[in-house]
């Protein structure tokens, strides 16, 4: 088991790819604390995914919110015994364009896709140097390594993510804690909906994706349990040689 007995906190965990990462460091031998804001979501993750009890915890938390990120960070640690692994992972579509940009989207955007990510890993690092290092993983994008048309929002704050990982990575290293990022592409989750399809329209969502697809060599979609394996192999002991690292999981987008 490659997380036998590490303890792991997952954000935005009750579904698409946060949910996908609970069963895959449960696994593989981890204990897991889930934070999200959405409570039904994460009574119905424990349930499905830990029923016995005991190895998934839970914690419903704004991540939006400064101090509710930091909280629930210290919370997961007292919970789980101490912290080896973050996977920040929340994060929204934000606003489609910059035009006419309303100003609470786009504050909204910022905080859901960067300040949380900052304000959780600064929190949980200096649980992790009393356990002699650990690893940080974000969740940027694709659309943090190559611009997007139609996310320039998004796209702005998921490169900040992919500067941020850079960055801690180096500040952390001599703590023994690693930071890397892993960078999807549009994949099939809950959230798809708010990437191609933003003005509720059908027609315009479908093209969107088609456009997408087209673009992406391997012809599909990102699985959410692909997103998440990434993430097992970043924050395992088989990638301890690897740190400030933006992985792309995309089928090739990217590689153009």
């Known amino acids: 088991m490659r997380l036998q007995s590490k303890l792991a906190v997952i954000t935005a965990a009750a579904s698409g790819m946060g949910r996908a990462g609970c069963e895959a460091f449960?696994?593989?031998g981890a204990d897991v604390c889930a934070i999200d804001i959405n409570a039904a979501g994460l009574d119905a993750l424990k349930r499905d995914l830990d029923p016995s009890g005991g190895r998934l915890h839970t914690i419903v938390?704004?991540?939006g919110d400064a101090t509710g990120s930091r909280d629930s960070i210290n919370e997961a640690a007292d919970k789980l015994g101490g912290l080896d692994i973050l996977w920040a992972h929340a994060g929204i579509p934000g606003p489609s364009g910059v035009e006419n940009l309303d100003v609470a989207e786009y504050q909204q955007a910022l905080t859901l896709n960067i300040q949380s990510a900052t304000f959780a890993a600064?929190?949980?690092?200096?649980?992790m140097r009393k356990r002699g290092g650990g690893a940080v993983v974000f969740t940027a994008s694709v659309s943090g390594l190559?611009?997007?048309?139609f996310s320039p929002v998004y796209s702005s704050c998921k490169f900040a993510v992919v500067g941020l990982t850079k960055s801690l990575a180096q500040t952390f290293a001599p703590d023994g804690v690693r930071v890397n990022a892993v960078c999807p592409g549009l994949a099939e989750t809950p959230m798809k909906a708010g990437f191609v399809g933003r003005?509720?329209?059908?027609?315009?969502?479908?093209a969107n994706e088609?456009?997408?697809?087209?673009?992406?060599p391997l012809k599909r979609l990102c699985r959410a349990e692909e997103a998440a394996n990434a993430v097992?192999?970043?924050?395992?002991d088989e990638a301890s040689y690897v740190t400030g690292v933006a992985l792309p999981v995309d089928g090739g987008f990217s590689c153009k």
């Open 26 to 28: 449960l696994r593989e």
């Open 61 to 63: 938390a704004d991540c």
């Open 122 to 127: 600064g929190e949980a690092i200096g649980h």
């Open 146 to 149: 190559v611009g997007s048309m």
């Open 199 to 206: 003005n509720n329209d059908a027609a315009e969502a479908k």
């Open 210 to 216: 088609e456009k997408y697809i087209a673009l992406v």
């Open 232 to 236: 097992l192999w970043l924050a395992s």
